[in-house]
């Protein structure tokens, strides 16, 4: 049994916010995928190649998508600074519309001996249980000389075999592999043994001993210590699995008014430069910009930098659930004699009735990852992830979003996002950008209202010299479209010319609600996400989606 193949019709008893952007259910697709049940999401066919009904030549066309909406960083009791169990994380992404969730539980010799073995057995009970709900085991990295990522396989026979491994082999914190900073000893050590673990992980997909696995960076500036030059690193040793970087963070909560403190930021972005830093970011770079990390919110900063050599580099945004805020849940009382060392596992939480600290949302209650597949499946949702139809948002801004760039002497669908479309220079181009506007009210009882969308720009020049760059000065914003009290679905047309360099194009957008001049000045980005006052962050008060690139080729 494959993989089930997106119909080409639109299912007119779903809500509209089913719909994606093409009219294509997403519903009707899971209802479909539903009645063959769990074997059937992991069908024995592998994907097909999403870039393979390209054609060759100038122009491209990509198929028909559906979105499927994640979060690829979730805890659970198997981390030992977590609380809630599988059942209440996996219903709490069901309530909030998630179709794809990854367990990505904290490395330590706990989980490594005992945890991720019992985890695994939950997991596949879960995909029983849950046929409609792809379920990711995964495992939050401990990168040497950095900061955290997510890893996560395919579901198969090898899948807890290969993240095991993975954890003792090759996890900082374990390794006692932590120290980066400039100048130290072992700084180079780590950052090669980094390097030489995402080549690992590529050799144990070409060998077939799992069907597939990503990686991408938690929270790259939260304490600064993943530098440019390292998450370049990570990106070339194996492109194709170290495909991106949280955009958001999670814990979008920290900052509600007067829940957590006075100093409390969105992200618990509240940290400053420390000898582990990289010493090149700026003291601005450790707060997030409208709930976004830096390197992304910052138009011609990192992101683009990365983005201007020409290589994809997805962003997705998350919950990184531990801790729900607001939530009346606790960890339970350790029997005598146990501990997380020697089970793996935290005792399961009890209700106080009280609410307990905490900064984070459920699964899909806030933010959310949607990628575009072409089929229903663990394997699908993979290759979407990989090729970048990725666009993310908090507070269930958009209901859809559809991208495609293609030539104007071009009948077709044209090229979306993570693409590459190939024009002659000088060629008239257009942007499609298609918008579903929220048609009911977010999990806070409001109704989002989208104010704009900014098409950013960049040139696009090749590798760089400097690989602590990180500042792509060519890249700004060119247009911004007021959509103040547009409804349901509209497309806007932004016509663009090939010039002399190939470019991208990337969009993002807001509720209008908090915006001002970006970090590198109002002639770059006039109406750019700012940071919020310290413990002043109410989330649902400042709106925002991202799109990945599309790369347009230009050639003489």
Known sequence: MTEQQLPSWADPSVHPADLDAQGV?????????GLFGAAFALGSAATPALASSRRPGFGGEDPRLAYLVGDHHVHSVYSHDAKYTFSQQAKAAAKYGLDWMVFNEHSNFGHAHYGAELEHAEIVKARAENPRQLIFQGLEWYIPAAEHCTVFAAPGPHETDLLTQFELAYDGKLLNYTEGSAGAAD?????????KAIKWLAEQRRSGYVDD?????????????????????????????????????????????????????????????????????????????????????????????????????????????????????????????????????????????????????????????????????????????????????????????????????????????????????????????????????????????LAHVDVIRGAVRGPVSDRDGWQAPDTRVVQAKDVSGRKGTYTLRIPLTAGDESFYVRLRGSDGKRHGAGYLGASVDPHGPIPHEPGNGDPWADTWFYSNPVFVDVTG
Not at 25 to 33: C, I, K, P, V
Not at 187 to 195: D, F, K, S
């Open 25 to 33: 259910s997403r519903r009707g697709l899971l209802r479909r995928a």
């Open 187 to 195: 700084t180079a050590r780590n950052e090669a043994h980094a390097v």
């Open 213 to 449: 696995v990503l990686v991408l960076a938690n929270h790259p500036l939260r304490l600064g210590i993943d530098s440019p030059h390292e998450l370049r690193n990570w990106r070339d040793a194996a492109p194709e699995i170290m495909i991106g970087m949280e955009g958001a963070p999670g814990a979008q909560g920290a900052a509600i008014p007067g829940w957590r403190g006075a100093t409390s930021i969105r992200g618990e972005y509240e940290n400053k430069p420390s000898a582990q830093s990289w010493s090149g970011y700026p003291a601005d770079a450790y707060l997030t910009y409208g709930g976004f990390d830096w390197a992304t919110a910052t138009v011609g900063g990192l992101w683009d930098s990365m983005l201007a050599e020409g290589s994809l580099f997805s962003i997705t945004t998350n919950s990184d659930n531990h801790r729900t805020v607001f939530d009346t849940w606790k960890n339970g009382d350790w029997p005598a004699g146990q501990n997380f060392d020697n089970t793996g596992k935290l005792p399961d939480p009890v209700n106080t009735d009280t609410p307990q600290p905490g900064s984070d949302f459920w699964p899909g209650e806030f933010s959310r990852t949607h990628v575009g597949v072409t089929r229903y499946g663990y394997r699908s949702v993979m290759a979407g992830l990989r090729a970048g139809r990725v666009w993310v948002d908090h507070g269930h801004l958009l209901d859809g979003l559809d991208v495609r760039v293609k030539r104007d002497c071009d009948p077709g669908r044209g090229v979306t996002l993570g693409g590459r479309l190939r024009v002659r220079k000088g060629e008239r181009i257009t942007l499609y950008v298609t918008v579903t506007s929220a048609s009911r009210p977010n999990p806070q009882g409001i109704l989002p209202e």
